[in-house]
């Protein structure tokens, strides 16, 4: 993590490798948005903007040779256009201060000079900051991984330097970058070093690591899972020579003010079983425990934050692999509760673990459960690759939306007809995994978790595509493992702690 700093120094004297100012769109062309900068490097900035390509387009970041500044590089990052009333939203803020830190990889000492008119506005920017401070080197050699490591030091610019409530909004926005930073190194971890035994230990690891006091973890391992009655789990590990687990992370804080569950899908590798995925983009499955990474490190960073809110977080861990003992089409198996589910796809295996999971939460008494999962691939056809789809009983839906906007996050709400609850119906068992008709895949699956929850308020929150960045890296978001959900989570349990 990078050492951030409060300065309310002139940032044209700071000695630093790289110096951040805003850049933005204006009805003239391109605006630069420092009010120290010298006026005359501000005009030329301005003046050649069309021949040098600015644009002030948001995640645009453009280094050029430092004149009348101290820092060795001046960086222009892109704010896009200004609201209304003249002002930037956090989330612009946010992904300027990421995407200008994200692309000085390599780069030892930055000061950020964004602009910070309230103490929200500092908020964001710190955020995006140290979000765009991370890279994942743990398989990098040599030269390679100093060329890509993160940026170290950051200083950033504002008038609220001094202000007791800005540095405390600034620690607060290191325990949610370490918690996603958390969530992102584990979903890039390859699945042979990340199997559900090893993710077991990361957990502990992680927990010691970071500091977070008062957490209780227990493990149930493959033969607990089995006397246990968890068919999900155990069915859909049985065919991995790794077998499976379930983890419980209980942070119990004293006068708590509400008890809510968090459960997480965590299939370390997903092949798709004997129902084998297409080679293509296989590879990418080591992301499909993207869900239990979030909740291990939400739970992390609420005990660090010491939220007045009991989270108990539920790791649902296999790997989905077509051995010799591996699941089939056709079998039944039987939820932990006694629901029985006929497998019609092996490669639906996320549902299954997460039914036992949802059942366990559900007996443990919450006020409210939380799931988060790569569920479908129905949420990419119908969302996107950077929208995640919430669906669940309306207020908690609805709550966990607004958590996503206030954090930055982009979720939309979804519906479950009661139409496609038809879908559920077997010939042998009290349901099927997967229904014949594909359409609204991701309805469906939530209609499916739903059986499982009773009359507990619970939202099942779908992050399939944005969880993992197969393309170019944008704002504070590098390729692959993101940590979406992570911060959504997070300013959910704040609003309850409210």
């Known amino acids: 993590m990078a050492d951030l700093t409060l300065s309310g120094k002139n940032p044209t004297a700071l000695k630093v490798d790289a110096l951040v100012v805003g850049t933005c769109k204006t009805s003239d062309g391109l605006a630069v948005v420092a009010d120290q900068l010298p006026s005359d490097l501000v005009h030329q900035i301005e003046t050649l903007a069309p021949q040098l390509g600015l644009t002030g ?3 645009e970041v453009r280094r050029l040779p430092a004149s009348g500044v101290k820092a060795s590089v001046l960086v222009l990052s892109g704010l896009g256009e200004r609201e209304a009333d003249g002002t930037f939203a956090a ?32 908020t964001a920017v710190v955020e995006g900051a140290l979000l765009g401070a991370y890279a994942f080197t743990a398989y990098r050699a040599g030269d390679a991984a100093a060329k890509q490591a993160a940026v170290s030091t950051i200083e950033l610019v504002t008038p609220f330097a001094r202000s007791a409530r800005a540095k405390a909004a600034a620690e607060r926005a290191r ?9 992102r190194d584990l979903i890039n971890t390859p699945p042979n070093d990340l199997f559900p035994g090893a993710f077991v230990e990361a957990a502990r690891a992680a927990v010691k690591e970071l500091g977070a006091k008062g ?5 149930l391992d493959e033969k607990q899972l089995a006397s246990g009655g968890y068919g999900g789990i155990s069915g859909v590990g049985q065919g991995s020579a790794r077998p499976p687990r379930l983890v419980k992370l209980a942070y119990t804080p004293p006068k708590a003010s509400s008890r809510v569950a968090l459960v997480g899908k965590g299939i370390t590798f997903d092949t798709g079983g004997i129902s084998l995925k297409p080679p293509a983009g296989m590879h990418a499955m080591t992301s499909d425990m993207s869900g239990a990474a979030a909740v291990l490190h ?3 960073a609420t005990a660090r934050l010491g939220l007045p809110v009991a989270v108990t977080g539920y790791l649902c861990l296999a790997e989905n692999m077509p051995g010799g003992n591996a699941q089939r089409p056709g079998d039944v198996v039987r ?11 092996t490669d639906a295996e996320g549902r299954l673990v997460m039914a036992d999971g949802l059942v366990s939460a559900v007996e443990d008494g919450h006020d409210v459960v939380l799931d988060i999962a790569t569920l479908t691939g129905a949420q990419v056809v119908a969302l996107g690759n950077r929208v995640s789809g919430v669906l669940g009983d309306d207020d908690v839906r609805d709550a966990v939306k607004a958590a996503a906007d206030t954090a930055g996050e982009s979720f939309w709400a979804m519906p479950m007809p009661e139409e496609l609850k038809a879908g559920l119906k077997s010939n042998v068992a009290d349901m099927v995994n997967s229904a014949a008709d594909r359409a609204g895949g991701m309805l469906f699956a ?4 739903k059986e499982f929850v009773g009359a507990t308020p619970w939202a099942h929150l779908d992050i399939a595509g944005p ?15 993101t940590g979406v959900g992570v911060r959504t989570l997070l300013a959910y349990l704040e609003e309850r702690a409210r």
Do not use: Q
């Not at 939820?335 to 796809?345: C, D, L, P, S």
């Not at 993992?468 to 390729?479: D, I, L, P, R």
């Open 175 to 183: 325990v949610v970058a370490d918690a996603v930073h958390g969530a």
């Open 57 to 59: 387009a948001r995640d």
């Open 91 to 122: 989330e612009t803020l946010r992904r300027a201060a990421g995407a200008a830190v994200r692309e000085l990889a390599g780069t030892a000492s930055v000061a950020v000079a964004l602009p910070t008119a309230t103490e929200a506005d500092l």
């Open 446 to 449: 939530a209609i499916f978790l």
């Open 215 to 219: 957490i209780k973890i227990t493990v």
């Open 335 to 345: 939820i932990r509760g006694g629901k029985t589910v006929e497998i019609t796809n």
């Open 467 to 481: 969880a993992f960045n197969e393309k170019a890296a944008y704002g504070y978001t590098s390729v692959g493992g």
């Open 298 to 300: 939400t739970v992390i």
